[in-house]
Every structure is written in structure tokens, then in C-alpha cells.
């Protein structure tokens, strides 16, 4: 009996993928566990491994077909003895066949189980990614054969990785090779070694008992400690600080120190900007999506870096400047004890709805601890805004290594003059912040007057 | 004459230094190895090897002592020292050859002498009656081991009181025996000694013996060596050792604060290692220390660029084992491949004494002291066929998992052969494993390593066994 091959479902979320190439010819003999072909999703690319034995008779999705549904036939294995003429079988793609569909069905999904129980992955890093929620089959490994490891899985974290941003001087190799001793971050670790912790007198606070930088700087326990401190503690409360703000205490205290900062203030009329604001929403209500003042702001950002290349730019270590091509910015998003900054990448180019809805996935993101590394570590400037909190003007702290960082206040009516005369306009002051070892006067002053000038002429923003 | 301009040099030929030259040569370098007294350092010939050779002999000496138990008859046995110890010199020296065969076949030169850094590229080598030479290399490996420790008041004298080294040649058998220090090479020697008719009494400053095992193998150790008249004192510090022609004197404040002075006709000292850091050139470098052991990272690196160290020298644990696999990594790491570095909780102990010891990983407190929830399985060897039949029930294997996850956080044998089988463990470990996978695994039947099946599947209420 002919057994229909199913396009597998790579993960629970998965709908369609791309059926990229088949690794047997029609004719080749089929083993149990021969991979027969590579399928892609956005997320990554996995083998398909036979769940029967056969001769594949027949491919009806060819290679680099795309958009190909969940449990679509892509192929047909003949069991011995059998060939397409003598079954005399017409094969039509639209799924009319006249086989067993329970019997095949039951078949795919074991293909779907045992591509999702054996993804090379270790018995501990299938359990850890069960347990964070994270899936599997994403992930990269760095065991024997790209086999995931449970280090791998960890490695994902957030905590951990918001940690692991602070100490700049780790590799992504050494992040990854870097033992785990027991349970041990891998920025707890280098800060125990650096300060002479004896980490197995640390108890850990993170996941599993796993010790993190906070409990590393919080100390090994002593019992004479905690009954002096209860003493002390009658009317103010000692919070340990959390990962994340440790982090941010740390990152804050090097930019402050080492960069050196100055600060270029423009004000910006925004009605043109409000206007142009309210009649995007107002046209496309439909697409459900709002657009926020910020998202214009990212744009401008976006363009104006683009044109003024001097001032996209970092700070690289003695001797050097990075200079970037492309316009990423880090957007601060507020959380519920700290902050984060996720990168909107190529800000100039993406269409203001595009920006909008990024915001929206990143920040949902951000607030539920769900970023990737990939989605917060980089980008060449950085844009905080506290205008929702009605602050008239504020001067950021550079995220290092970035050489700038816009600061963004409340728009509110002020008197401007006009002419000879006083009317009434919308207007938010910005400030820019720069590194002066890296941006000059003159070049973040063109900066922020390229900024100035696509807030306050917004159509320029719809252009290019 | 010979070649001055290599790869790599290696300084220390012992289970760090051999292997690393070996993996080297595998990996296309060239390389050299410096040597100054015997290759395969302490391990091969005044270590790990002729202690199990001798250990062998104490065994088959303690089952001559009960062949009636097995049917068998016999008496009147006896042994004659200096053959014991010559066994044991032949077995280090067979393997000796054994390493230098190895090098010559991997093409490794290897130049007899003592070496120290020169510079950061080069090696000087010293040899008696021979001029000094200097090596030119782009990777220098450091890897002079270690040496016993001595403490003030209690010194070797090379006759009486002694250190690893003459315990392994003694001339005579002791009538009585005092060791200080009761790690794996105390415990071992003490072993020895006592199944050879000495009478042994182990003394020991922390408050149980074999301080880095599990508690509980602590004392089922002690309860052993207890049984079979060794005398254990925990809690105990030697104050100071008198000797004359004869014996020594041993001033020893007991854990009870009471003072005793005990004759014994020999003592041996196992109180510790040092690292050999001495005269190999490290002042002129900015090679850190962390008392008598170099810091490297977890490839080996010291910081200095193009030097490296493992083994002893680096550090505990201090293990063959270990140094052998910080040598690969080492030199993986040299050749630009990335190797995973060691997990100090995959290093697995053990000791050779009777019953013999053996483990991996956490002890029940340390899972405790890091917040860990745990599962604990026990098994008892008298519930063991094989055990039975062997007649050997004295013995426990007790595995401890993290509830959350499963992980296998830490193996802890004591019985006949757990030496040999704590490598499952280890591998269970290494494959990051479940309880789920140890407890699908089929052990083969009837083993001692069912124990270790039964162990696992008692940490979950499921043995069958008990």
C-alpha cells in the first residue's frame, strides 16, 4: 500500500514552512530514520527523517517550494513491490487521494513527534526548554553534531543575558564555552573570580537554584549577618537588587564615567507631526494599527543618521570608530523594575507602519522577558522618550558604545514667536546627547537638526 | 644536532604533559617534551600505578586470609616485602617504556632535562653533566605536577617518618603505623599497610575521614576500616613527631582535647599537595599564583600569551584524569579547534582502598548547601546478587537528582569494584541524562552495577530490589 509523505509540522506553532530540498531522488530506497528531505521555517531549518521504509515513488512538492501547509502530501513511498503503473494511481496535489487518511495522518504526526522528540538535543536541554517555554527545535546547539545542550537552553534566558550584557568582554564563543559550574551564570561566575567569592558558598536565586550575578554580590549567608541587619531593618526596607538592575547600575555608572558627554537642546513644533499623526490612523484604522508620536520619532531618527554618516557612529576601543551603514536604534521600553532597549533595525527604511507594529512585538515582548539576544544587543543610537510622564526636558545617559542617545520630552502648547508675534504652537524639546570622543559639536549638531527638520516637516518622512 | 624550533613545548611528562604532547602531534604540531626524572611523571611511577600494584597484592593477600569461606584450604602464607615492592616497581617501569614508545611513535622529542621559561617563546633546559639549551616555541604547556606537602614540625626524614615515596618501597613491613591525613593517599597507604599486618591508626584534623566524599561514605569508610582494627582518630591534630633510631614519637591532641603520645614504628605524611612552582621560571612572567598553583582559565591559559598549564600545577582536584583532559582541551584550544571546557562536577574520585570509593559530582550537603530540591536513592550492595555470590555485601551506591529537572546531581559507590563502574555515572552525566534514561538502561544481570540501576530507581520509590 502506498504511504503518503506529509509536510510535518516542525513545531506546535508552525502552519506552513518551505519544503527547501529533497535529499532522495525518486527511486532511491527509503530506510526507517534516513533523513529524506530539509524543510525551513522562519525560525530554522530541520531535517525530515522517514518514519517507514520504501521507495520513494513519487515527489509532488518539488524543492524551494514555498508556503507549503502543514500536512500537505509532498511525496509517496512505495512498500516492495509495488510501482506507480501497477497501482495505477493518478496523484493530484489537491489532496483527492484515495488512501487511508487516519492511517497517514497518525503517520505524519509521528513524523511531527519524532522530528520534535529528536531534534538533537539532550534528555536535561528538552526538559530545561519544557520548562522555560522556549522551543526546541530553534535553538543552537553546541554539543557533538550540533547537539543542543542544556547550556544552550539557559543561554536563552533573559535574566541571564541582560547580565551577560554588562560584561562586555565576553565573546559569544566564551558565553558559550564558558563552563557552568553547578548552576552558574556565566557573568556570576567571572564576577566571583574576580572578587574571590567562593561560589560554593553562594545560594542561588535563579531557576533551579541557579546562582546569578545578584546572588554572587549579594555574598555567601551568614547567620551573624541576617540577625544584625533584622536589627537595623526596623523602619526602611533592604530590597536586593534585581539582575536586571544591578546591570543597569553597572552600565550606567561606566557610560557617566568614561564617555564624555555633551548635550545639543532643539525644540520641535510638532502640529504638522500630530497632524500627519492623526490622519494615518484615521485612513488606515483598519490595519489596527496606531501609530504613536514615538513611532514618527524613530524614523526621523532613522533618516536623519542616514544622512548625517558621521554621526552614526560608536565608540570601538582605543583607536577606533565604528562607522555603520544602516540605521539600528535601540528604543528604551520601560518595565516594571528597569528597562530595556529593543533594536529596530533599518529604521529609515521601514515604513512608519512597519516601525508601529515592531514596536508593539518588541515592547510585548520586553515586558513579558521574552527578548532575544539578537533582538536588544546592538544598534548605533538610541531614543528614550519620557514625554508620556510629561517631563519638559531631560539629557539620557549614552548606551554604551553608541555614540548618541535623543531624549525626548512632552509636547506641550507653548508661546512661540512668529514673525513678530506670539502664537501658539505644539512643542517638544529634544536633547541629544553625544559622545564627544566620537561626535563633534558641529556633526551632532547637523544630527540633530536633520532630526528637527523631519519632526517638524513630517512629509519628508513618507518620502524615500 | 637536534631540533631547537617547535610548535609546542611541553615542560612535565607526566598524565598532563604526555597526553598534551600526544594530541599535539595528532593535531599536526610539533612539539617537545621536557622530562627531568621519569615520564609519566608521579602518576606513573610513584603514584596512582605501583599503589595499585601493590593495593592488588594486599587484596590478593586479604583473600588468602579466607579460603575457607570459599571451600578452599590452605595456610601457612606469607609474603616477602621486597617482592611485593618490586612487582610494583616493574608494573610503573613497563608502562614507563610503555609512554616512551608512545612519544617516539607520535614523533615527540623528548629532551631529558629540567625545564623553565625562558621568555615567553622559549624554553631553557637544564641537564646535569650536558650544556643547557634553549628551545624556541610558539606554545609553551607548563605541566610539573605537584608534590607532597609538608608541615612544619611534621617533616619527612626519608627513614621513618615519610612521604607517598617511601611508603611505595618500604624495606620492612611496619608493625604499627601512623597516617596523617586521611584523603585518598592516606586512606589507600593506610589500607595497604593494615591488610599486610601492620597496625595502622589514621589521624585526621577535619571531623571525618575522606573529607571530600559524601558524609555517608565517610562513615560507612570509617566503619570499615574500623572493623578491620585500623584505628581512626577525626578531629585529631598531630602536634609533633619525635623519632629516633627506632620509631617515632607522636604527639596527638585527640578530638576530646585529650593529649596522647603514641609510639609508631613508622608514619607517613599525606597531608596535602603543593604545586611544583618552583625554579621554572614564572618570576620573570606575570603568570599568576593562588598560593602554590598557577591560575589559568578554563582552556589552560595563564594570560600570558602562548602559556599554558594544567594538571597538579593548576590546582584540585589533583587527578590524572583531570590533567589528561585539560591537556587535550589545551591543546585543542592551542590549535584553534573549541573544545567544551571541564566540568569540575563530571570529574569523578576514587579511591582504591578496601572497600574501594568512588563518585561524581555533588555530595548530598553541597546539593543542599546550593538550594537544590533532591531526590535520593540508596541502595545497600547486600541486596545484591552478585555481591552475594562474590561475597563481598559490604558496600552502598547512593545517587542524588534534582527533583526539578531529573539531573543526575551526584553518584556516591563504596563496595567492591566501584572504581570500575562509576564511569556510567560519569557518562549519564556527560549526556546530560535523566532519571528517565539511567532507569530505561539495561544493566546486565547478574552485576555488582545492578546496584547502581537500583540505586536510581530507589531515588524514585520504583526499586525493585529493596
Keep these: 500500500m502506498p504511504i503518503e509523505i506529509l509536510m510535518p509540522a516542525l513545531s506546535p506553532t508552525m502552519t506552513e514552512g518551505t519544503l527547501a530540498k529533497w535529499l532522495k531522488e525518486v527511486g532511491d530506497k527509503v530506510t526507517s530514520g534516513d533523513v529524506i528531505a530539509e524543510i525551513e521555517t522562519d525560525k530554522a531549518t530541520m531535517e525530515v527523517e522517514a518514519v517507514d521504509e520504501g521507495v520513494l515513488g513519487r515527489i509532488l512538492v518539488a524543492s524551494e517550494t514555498q508556503n507549503v501547509a502543514v500536512n500537505t502530501v509532498i511525496g509517496v513511498l512505495l512498500e516492495d513491490g509495488e510501482t506507480l503503473e501497477s497501482l495505477d494511481m493518478d496523484f493530484k496535489t489537491d489532496q483527492t487521494l484515495d488512501f487511508d487518511r487516519k492511517k497517514n495522518e497518525a503517520?505524519?504526526?509521528?513524523?511531527?513527534?519524532?522530528?520534535?522528540?529528536?531534534?538533537?538535543?539532550?534528555?536535561?536541554?528538552?526538559?530545561?526548554?519544557?520548562?522555560?517555554?522556549?522551543?526546541?527545535?530553534?535553538?543552537?546547539?553546541?554539543?557533538?553534531?550540533?547537539?543542543?545542550?542544556?547550556?544552550?537552553?539557559?543561554?536563552?534566558?533573559?535574566?541571564?543575558?541582560?547580565?551577560?550584557?554588562?560584561?562586555?568582554?565576553?565573546?559569544?564563543?566564551?558565553?558559550?564555552?564558558?563552563?557552568?559550574?553547578?548552576?552558574?551564570?556565566?557573568?556570576?561566575?567571572?564576577?566571583?573570580?574576580?572578587?574571590?567569592?567562593?561560589?560554593?558558598?553562594?545560594?542561588?536565586?535563579?531557576?533551579?537554584?541557579?546562582?546569578?550575578?545578584?546572588?554572587?554580590?549579594?555574598?555567601?549567608?551568614?547567620?551573624?549577618?541576617?540577625?544584625?541587619?533584622?536589627?537595623?531593618?526596623?523602619?526602611?526596607?533592604?530590597?536586593?537588587?534585581?539582575?536586571?538592575?544591578?546591570?543597569?547600575?553597572?552600565?550606567?555608572?561606566?557610560?557617566?564615567?568614561?564617555?564624555?558627554?555633551?548635550?545639543?537642546?532643539?525644540?520641535?513644533?510638532?502640529?504638522?507631526?500630530?497632524?500627519?499623526?492623526?490622519?494615518?490612523?484615521?485612513?488606515?484604522?483598519?490595519?489596527?494599527?496606531?501609530?504613536?508620536?514615538?513611532?514618527?520619532?524613530?524614523?526621523?531618527?532613522?533618516?536623519?543618521?542616514?544622512?548625517?554618516?558621521?554621526?552614526?557612529?560608536?565608540?570601538?576601543?582605543?583607536?577606533?570608530?565604528?562607522?555603520?551603514?544602516?540605521?539600528?536604534?535601540?528604543?528604551?521600553?520601560?518595565?516594571?523594575?528597569?528597562?530595556?532597549?529593543?533594536?529596530?533595525?533599518?529604521?529609515?527604511?521601514?515604513?512608519?507602519?512597519?516601525?508601529?507594529?515592531?514596536?508593539?512585538?518588541?515592547?510585548?515582548?520586553?515586558?513579558?522577558?521574552?527578548?532575544?539576544?539578537?533582538?536588544?544587543?546592538?544598534?548605533?543610537?538610541?531614543?528614550?522618550?519620557?514625554?508620556?510622564?510629561?517631563?519638559?526636558?531631560?539629557?539620557?545617559?549614552?548606551?554604551?558604545?553608541?555614540?548618541?542617545?535623543?531624549?525626548?520630552?512632552?509636547?506641550?502648547?507653548?508661546?512661540?514667536?512668529?514673525?513678530?508675534?506670539?502664537?501658539?504652537?505644539?512643542?517638544?524639546?529634544?536633547?541629544?546627547?553625544?559622545?564627544?570622543?566620537?561626535?563633534?559639536?558641529?556633526?551632532?549638531?547637523?544630527?540633530?537638526?536633520?532630526?528637527k527638520k523631519y519632526i517638524e516637516y513630517p512629509p519628508f518622512l513618507l518620502m524615500g | 644536532m637536534a631540533e631547537t624550533k617547535f610548535d609546542l613545548v611541553v615542560i612535565g611528562g607526566g598524565p598532563g604533559g604526555y597526553v598534551a604532547a600526544i594530541r599535539a602531534s595528532q593535531l599536526n604540531m610539533k612539539v617537545a617534551l621536557v622530562e627531568s626524572e621519569h615520564l609519566g611523571g608521579v602518576c606513573l611511577n610513584w603514584g596512582c600505578i605501583p599503589t595499585k600494584a601493590l593495593l592488588r597484592s594486599a587484596e590478593v593477600y586479604d583473600m588468602l586470609g579466607s579460603l575457607e569461606e570459599f571451600g578452599l584450604r590452605g595456610d601457612g602464607f606469607s609474603f616477602d616485602i621486597e617482592k611485593v615492592v618490586s612487582r610494583s616497581r616493574k608494573v610503573a617501569k613497563q608502562l614507563n617504556n610503555g609512554i616512551r614508545h608512545l612519544l617516539k611513535k607520535n614523533k615527540i622529542s623528548v629532551i631529558e632535562g629540567r625545564g623553565k621559561l625562558g621568555s615567553t617563546s622559549s624554553v631553557l633546559v637544564e641537564a646535569e653533566g650536558k650544556a643547557s639549551i634553549e628551545l624556541n616555541a610558539d606554545n609553551i604547556i607548563l605541566a610539573t605536577g605537584a608534590r607532597a606537602r609538608t608541615i612544619p614540625g611534621l617533616e619527612p626524614d626519608g627513614e621513618l617518618i615519610w612521604t607517598y615515596k617511601e611508603a611505595m618501597v618500604p624495606q620492612t613491613m611496619p608493625s604499627s603505623l601512623l597516617v596523617i591525613g586521611s584523603g585518598a593517599i592516606g586512606v589507600e597507604f593506610a589500607s595497604f599497610y593494615a591488610d599486610m599486618g601492620a597496625k595502622v591508626t589514621i589521624a585526621e584534623t577535619m571531623n571525618r575521614i575522606l573529607p571530600v566524599e559524601d558524609q555517608e561514605i565517610s562513615t560507612l569508610a570509617r566503619n570499615a576500616f574500623e572493623k578491620r582494627g585500623i584505628e581512626v582518630h577525626t578531629g585529631s591534630v598531630v602536634k609533633a613527631l619525635t623519632s629516633n633510631k627506632e620509631n617515632v614519637l607522636a604527639e596527638i591532641t585527640l578530638s576530646s582535647e585529650e593529649e596522647i603520645e603514641k609510639v609508631y614504628e613508622r608514619v607517613i605524611l599525606a597531608v596535602g599537595i603543593v604545586g611544583n612552582i618552583e625554579d621554572i621560571g614564572l618570576e620573570n612572567t606575570a603568570i599568576k599564583l593562588d598560593g602554590t598553583h598557577v591560575v589559568t582559565d578554563e582552556w589552560g591559559a595563564t594570560g600570558v600569551p602562548g602559556i599554558y598549564a594544567i594538571g597538579d600545577l593548576t590546582g584540585a582536584p589533583w587527578l590524572a584524569h583531570k590533567a589528561s583532559h585539560e591537556a587535550v582541551i589545551c591543546v585543542e584550544h592551542i590549535a584553534g579547534l573549541n573544545p567544551h571546557p571541564i566540568k569540575k562536577e563530571m570529574i569523578p574520585g576514587c579511591t582504591y582502598c578496601r572497600p574501594q570509593i568512588a563518585s561524581v559530582g555533588l555530595t548530598e550537603e553541597k546539593a543542599l548547601e546550593l538550594g537544590y530540591e533532591i531526590r535520593v536513592g540508596r541502595f545497600p550492595l547486600v541486596g545484591n546478587g552478585k555481591a552475594i555470590a562474590l561475597g563481598e555485601t559490604e558496600g552502598l551506591v547512593k545517587t542524588i537528582f534534582d527533583s526539578k529537572s531529573g539531573e543526575l546531581l551526584g553518584a556516591h559507590m563504596i563496595g567492591p569494584e566501584v572504581t570500575e563502574q562509576i564511569q556510567g555515572y560519569v557518562i549519564a552525566k556527560m549526556g546530560e541524562m535523566t532519571e528517565e534514561e539511567l532507569m530505561h538502561t539495561i544493566f546486565p544481570h547478574p552485576t555488582l552495577s545492578e546496584a547502581m540501576h537500583e540505586s536510581v530507581l530507589d531515588a524514585y520509590g520504583k526499586a525493585i530490589h529493596i
Design chain 1, 107 to 451: 503517520e505524519a504526526s509521528n513524523v511531527q513527534q519524532r522530528s520534535s522528540k529528536s531534534p538533537k538535543a539532550t534528555p536535561l536541554a528538552k526538559r530545561e526548554a519544557i520548562a522555560q517555554g522556549l522551543d526546541i527545535g530553534v535553538i543552537q546547539g553546541t554539543g557533538s553534531r550540533g547537539k543542543v545542550i542544556r547550556a544552550d537552553v539557559m543561554a536563552l534566558q533573559n535574566i541571564e543575558k541582560l547580565e551577560e550584557t554588562a560584561s562586555s568582554g565576553l565573546t559569544s564563543e566564551e558565553e558559550k564555552g564558558a563552563s557552568e559550574r553547578i548552576f552558574v551564570s556565566p557573568i556570576a561566575r567571572k564576577i566571583a573570580s574576580e572578587s574571590d567569592v567562593d561560589l560554593g558558598l553562594i545560594r542561588g536565586s535563579g531557576p533551579n537554584g541557579r546562582i546569578i550575578m545578584a546572588d554572587v554580590l549579594k555574598g555567601p549567608r551568614h547567620p551573624e549577618d541576617m540577625a544584625s541587619n533584622a536589627a537595623a531593618l526596623s523602619d526602611e526596607e533592604l530590597i536586593p537588587m534585581s539582575g536586571m538592575r544591578k546591570v543597569i547600575a553597572e552600565r550606567m555608572v561606566s557610560s557617566k564615567s568614561n564617555v564624555p558627554h555633551f548635550y545639543l537642546t532643539v525644540d520641535c513644533e510638532i502640529d504638522e507631526l500630530l497632524k500627519l499623526r492623526a490622519m494615518m490612523n484615521e485612513e488606515f484604522s483598519s490595519r489596527d494599527v496606531k501609530l504613536s508620536v514615538n513611532d514618527l520619532i524613530i524614523k526621523a531618527c532613522g533618516r536623519a543618521l542616514i544622512d548625517v554618516p558621521d554621526a552614526n557612529v560608536s565608540f570601538d576601543g582605543e583607536g577606533s570608530v565604528r562607522k555603520y551603514q544602516k540605521a539600528d536604534i535601540s528604543v528604551a521600553v520601560a518595565l516594571e523594575n528597569g528597562l530595556i532597549t529593543p533594536i529596530i533595525r533599518n529604521a529609515d527604511r521601514k515604513s512608519l507602519h512597519e516601525i508601529s507594529e515592531e514596536m508593539k512585538v518588541l515592547a510585548g515582548k520586553a515586558r513579558s522577558g521574552k527578548l532575544r539576544p539578537e533582538e536588544y544587543q546592538g544598534g548605533s543610537f538610541s531614543i528614550s522618550n519620557l514625554g508620556m510622564y510629561g517631563i519638559k526636558h531631560f539629557e539620557a545617559i549614552i548606551n554604551e558604545p553608541q555614540g548618541a542617545i535623543l531624549a525626548v520630552g512632552a509636547g506641550e502648547k507653548r508661546p512661540v514667536v512668529k514673525g513678530n508675534d506670539i502664537a501658539v504652537a505644539t512643542v517638544m524639546s529634544c536633547t541629544l546627547s553625544c559622545d564627544h570622543r566620537v561626535i563633534d559639536g558641529a556633526v551632532g549638531a547637523q544630527l540633530i537638526s536633520a532630526i
